[in-house]
């Protein structure tokens, strides 16, 4: 018995999800990639810190491992703001992209008044 509920459960979830929410859900799965790969850049820190340690200061070398070293770890950083600020304005962001669609699909559609054949909405004679 238990498993019969168990699709009815999920057929009434699925029915109650919007696209909106779908929409949602997708992005902020976008933001859990860019975690992933910010951990991923982090795999390669302790190659650039050897590199920046091996080398003597004030040698071309070590200003070029210095550099690399800065340029991975803003890297890093960028994956990661991206992914919070992702995380956060999601909904916000995609209001805003929709309110356009829907404006459209709004002026495409007759008007209401007109297909009742409402009188109000006529002109009167002066």
């Known amino acids: 018995m238990n498993q019969q509920e168990k699709p009815d459960d999920q057929n009434q979830l699925w029915k109650k999800i919007t696209l909106k929410q779908i929409f949602v859900a997708l992005i902020r799965l976008q933001a859990l990639w860019l975690f992933f790969n910010a951990a ?70 007759p008007h209401s008044s007109e297909q009742s054949g409402d009188s109000s909405s006529e002109s009167k004679p002066l």
Do not use: C, G, W
């Open 40 to 109: 991923v850049y982090l795999t390669y820190l302790p190659s650039y810190l050897q590199k920046l340690h091996y080398s003597t200061p004030y040698s071309p070398a070590y200003a070029d491992a210095k550099f690399a070293l800065l340029m991975e770890l803003l890297r890093i950083l960028m994956h990661v703001v991206a992914a919070m600020l992702i995380i956060q304005y999601t909904e916000p962001v995609l209001n805003y992209l929709l309110k356009d669609a829907a404006d459209e699909e709004k002026s495409m559609e």
